[in-house]
């Protein structure tokens, strides 16, 4: 048997992706495909997730995603294993290596005084500088925000891979991400498919979380052009797509526990008030969102103001020709302050406020 069909390490390793209600998405690969569990113990008991769908442990895929209770992962250490399965029969099956992640130290909201959220959106490939603006704030973020347009398109699943590689190195799956699709995204042949490791509470790449006193609306944008346009072939449907999340949106409920002091809506695409006719202004008012962070346009402007709206509207940078411009948000008691820096580490701007 060749070598190379028996190796079977870590490719990528763990991330904590919110991905709504009160629940973690874990996700790493492996140089082969097999199984996918997260280990920890909670209140005295370990617990094991599973990457499993309709019961079946998934064991034919390099990538692995598990749902994970956020009250367990907050504040706790977890590993992360899989094994290899060679061959799976009705009655009996062949089972190879198993590799186990080093124990890793997840930080969720811990009561702390501030909350830092580092906001990157328009990567498209220029990590170089995206990595040497991150490295220029002295403040370490709490949870950090990919805004989309993170990879050029979904052609391959090596797209998507470069997504969580991102994330990883970043958040070294010790704080949580946050992922809002863009619009270059839902491009190329892996489109269709990438969206199911994300296991949401919706189904979809549009969704809320809590993180200490702050409620985020994740809202997907998805293309900035007409279903008909000649770029998609006729192979969207986005009208429909937007027009159920649109109602999702008007169902949703304001956060009204006692912890939420701050409402964020996340999205990449400034045009929140056209959505494929829809208009998503309204149920934001209705929410009682404060600030509305978006990509898109490849510049900073963090008193971004498309239409009247009673909640502050920021662009918060991205690539910027040959260089890049990375935000950080905190919030802190009853203030708001971004702060944006490019890759030499120079202050590009700053907006503070009290909400």
């Known amino acids: 048997m060749p070598l190379d069909t028996l190796v079977f390490n870590f490719e990528t390793q763990p991330i904590v992706f919110e991905t709504g209600d009160d629940m973690y998405t874990v996700m790493w690969t492996t140089t082969k495909c097999g199984t996918g569990k997260v280990t920890y113990t909670y209140n005295g008991t370990e617990y094991t997730a599973t990457d499993h769908v309709g019961g079946n442990i998934r064991f034919n895929d390099k990538i692995h995603s598990v749902r994970v209770p956020k009250k367990h992962l907050d504040n706790n250490t977890y590993t992360v294993s899989s094994q290899l399965i060679p061959f799976k029969g009705a009655y009996s099956s062949v089972k190879g290596k198993t ?175 056209d959505e494929y006719g829809n208009d998503w202004t309204p149920e934001l008012e209705r929410l009682e969102i404060d600030d509305a962070i978006f990509g898109h346009l490849h510049r900073l402007d963090l008193r971004f103001s498309e239409g009247k709206t009673s909640f502050s509207q920021h662009v918060t940078g991205g690539k910027n020709g040959d260089g890049f411009i990375a935000t950080m948000m905190t919030f802190s008691d009853d203030r708001i302050t971004f702060v944006s820096k490019d890759e030499t580490g120079a202050i590009c701007g700053e907006y503070s406020r009290t909400i």
Not at 166 to 187: D, F, M, T
């Open 99 to 273: 590799i186990t992640s080093e124990p890793i130290n997840f930080k969720g909201y811990n009561n702390q005084e501030a909350v830092n959220a580092l906001i990157l959106s328009d990567i498209h490939g220029i990590t170089e500088a995206m990595h040497k603006a991150v490295a220029s704030f002295e403040e370490k973020p709490d949870i950090i925000i990919l805004n989309g347009d993170i990879a050029d398109h979904m052609m391959t699943k090596e797209q998507f891979l470069q997504i969580l590689d991102i994330s990883r190195e970043l958040s070294k799956g010790e704080i949580p991400v946050v992922y809002a699709r863009g619009n270059h995204e839902p491009r190329g042949a892996y489109a269709s498919e990438f969206v199911a490791y994300f296991k949401t509470s919706t189904g979809n790449l549009y969704y809320t979380f809590n993180y200490g006193p702050v409620w985020a609306v994740v809202l997907d944008c998805g293309e900035d052009k007409p279903d008909d346009h000649a770029e998609y072939s006729g192979l969207v449907d986005f009208s429909t797509y937007i027009n159920t999340e649109t109602q999702w949106l008007k169902n949703l409920s304001p956060d009204t526990t006692e912890i939420t002091k701050y409402r964020l809506c996340i999205t990449h695409n400034t045009a929140i008030w």
